[in-house]
Nanobody, 123 residues
Framework: QVEVAESGGGSVQAGGSLRLTCAASAITRSQGWFRQAPGKEREGVAAMGRDCTTTYADSVKGRFTISKDYDKNILILQMDNLSPEDTAMYYC????????????????????WGQGTQVTVSS
């Protein structure tokens, strides 16, 4: 069992930045950030892992950066130039699966999830 906990959400104006962090109780193979807005399907935002290539959703490329502090085992999502369309609950997820050369943003491949942190962007 892997315990996962996100932090860093909040409210920001359009064009601003937020930094989300995710602490996990174990070292896993792949890590991802997902989001879900009210009335919308969950979206895989970004994913990284020790043996796969980092991937981003087209909607966040060039604005969001996923990274990891390996010393502290903390996953980070730096979000810049935020827009109201980024408003959602953001979730961190962890996986032991190998899903190919590209890190998967399919939530079905992740077995351990945090409770989520709310990000609200106002215009």
């Amino acid at each position: 069992q892997v315990e996962v906990a996100e932090s860093g959400g909040g409210s920001v104006q359009a064009g601003g930045s937020l930094r989300l962090t995710c602490a996990a109780s174990a070292i896993t193979r792949s890590q991802g950030w997902f989001r879900q807005a009210p009335g919308k399907e969950r979206e895989g935002v970004a994913a990284m892992g020790r043996d796969c290539t980092t991937t981003y959703a087209d909607s966040v490329k060039g604005r969001f950066t996923i990274s990891k502090d390996y010393d502290k085992n903390i996953l980070i999502l730096q979000m810049d130039n935020l827009s109201p369309e980024d408003t959602a609950m953001y979730y961190c997820a962890q996986s032991y699966r190998w899903t190919g050369n590209l890190c998967s943003r399919d939530g079905g491949n992740y077995g351990y999830w945090g409770q989520g942190t709310q990000v609200t962007v106002s215009s």
